[in-house]
């Protein structure tokens, strides 16, 4: 995420930020925790290696963990991110039945699935294709 303010108290802010409008907001609450991870990213890149702090849910994240995200086929999709030693790669939303998914993962509705494919930091799986059943297939 490079459009974050290169000195940690500011992203340190929009993390606090983001941490409250997750807990308000429970509809685009998978989007903002997307984000959420961007900017910890972006901060854990910024700070020295030895101030790194543990991760905290937010104050009511009702998000499994990645355990139960394979277990839950209700929701119809999921979203799998991936770290690499340089940072993040682009999350990849899949249907919830896709056979490739691996690693760090998270339940989505939807609409959530939806919203979070227009961002170009999240693609779908070339395997299952979730973008087919949600309309946003590419002519």
């Keep these: 995420m490079s459009d974050l303010p290169p000195d940690p108290p500011r992203p340190r802010a929009i993390l606090a930020h983001l941490d409250r409008q997750i807990t308000d907001n429970d509809t685009v609450g998978t989007y903002l925790r997307i984000r959420r991870n961007a900017v910890h990213n972006a901060l854990a890149q910024a700070d020295p290696p030895t101030r790194q702090r543990p991760v905290r849910r937010a104050k009511g994240s009702r998000g ?76």
């Design 64 to 139: 499994p963990g990645p355990a139960a995200a394979h277990s839950s086929a209700a929701t119809g999709y999921v979203v799998q991110h991936k770290r690499t030693p340089n940072g993040h790669e682009p999350a990849i939303i899949h249907l919830a039945t896709c056979v490739v998914i691996s690693g760090a993962s998270e339940p989505v509705r939807a609409n959530e699935a939806r919203a979070a494919l227009t961002e170009p930091t999240i693609e779908p799986c070339t395997a299952c294709r979730p973008d087919t059943p949600l309309g946003m297939e590419e002519a």
